[in-house]
């Protein structure tokens, strides 16, 4: 098959890797596929591939470009749980201790005794948005976490697995927020204790106005057949769902959602997941312990069980998806076989992870969602395996 290469921009990547994910992006953008993305891989502490290609916005024609910032949706839950992880790493807070310790009125309605565990794990039961949100009321981060901790668990906590396709993002922000001594906003948490000491300084949770412009413009998937009552609309409401005419709004760009609302590069997402690939720590910066960061793959109980929003069996550690998710309509298979690799995928496709046997730390990013099964990044984890010899 003859691939036009043309159309793929390399920034800072080593010569020898140039020709295999040039190729790999390309087929990536053949049409049926991508319509824009960017791909950035660190080794250790170097960024060793960084490409990127297609159109950010298929209105205007605007092609993908070095800062193009594309919108990951839940790969920033990886950014969020680490910020919970780093309070545990200074002895804030406990895993194990209830919620309500920490945000008393979240003990509403049957909450009182789920813990933060319970919540990494997506196992609090309270995997659906309050009914009565709009895409105003979710750019609103106290009216988020107001009614969050009002809502009522589908099961008893602890008892089953439901993935928190939104809430998980305001309940681990608000833990954070009520431990942090200068109760900071939670991205200014972020930026302070995690961003700028790795060096990053283009991701964002709450987008300023004056970088929108450089957004890519989603491509919306073909909507799902299900009903309305279904678990995946009910854990993310066709009026606040994720496509471009919700999260390309000016108020939800520059909103707190941390569990969704993402934006960044992949050089800069690449760059916190090499952190984590290097066991907490990047160029002499120490985040979390390597034993913490270790444990993330620890696989939440009944794995093997269909999840209650997903449908299928998903393995989920501490706030990450890991290696070993295999099944075809599972964009995490992509992470690859690798037990102790932990990342995170986003709504349509976007995806990053770390896998810290080959030190490597990956992030995906692009703007045309799909509908799981997604075929079209596997070129890229094939360039991965043949590169850097990993499953």
Known sequence: MQVNMAHVSTGTTRTDLVPAFREALARCIDPGGEVGLQLAI????????DMWAGI??????RVVAADTLFPTFSVIKAVTAVALHVQAERGLVEYDAPVARYWPEFAANGKDRMTVRHV???RSGIWQMPEDVTPETMADYDWMVGAIARLTPIFEPGTRNGYQSYTFGWIVAEIVRRTDLARRPFFKFVQDEILRPLGINDLWIGLPAAEHARVARLVNAPPRDLPPDAPPLRAIPLNVGTSEDIFGRTDIRKACIPGAGGMTTAPCM????AMLANGGALDG????SEARVQDFSIARPDADQPDDVHGIPLRIGAGFW???NTQPTNLARLIGKNTRAIGHP???GSLAWADSDARLGVSICHNRMFVPPNPGLDPIRAAITES???D
């Open 388 to 390: 850097f010899g990993v």
């Open 270 to 273: 690449a760059r916190f997941f």
């Open 120 to 122: 990494l794990q997506h």
């Open 56 to 61: 950010a916005d298929v209105t205007t024609g």
């Open 346 to 348: 986003g709504a349509g």
């Open 42 to 49: 660190y080794q250790d502490s170097k960024l060793v591939v």
């Open 322 to 324: 890991t290696g070993g």
């Open 285 to 288: 910066v120490r985040l979390l």
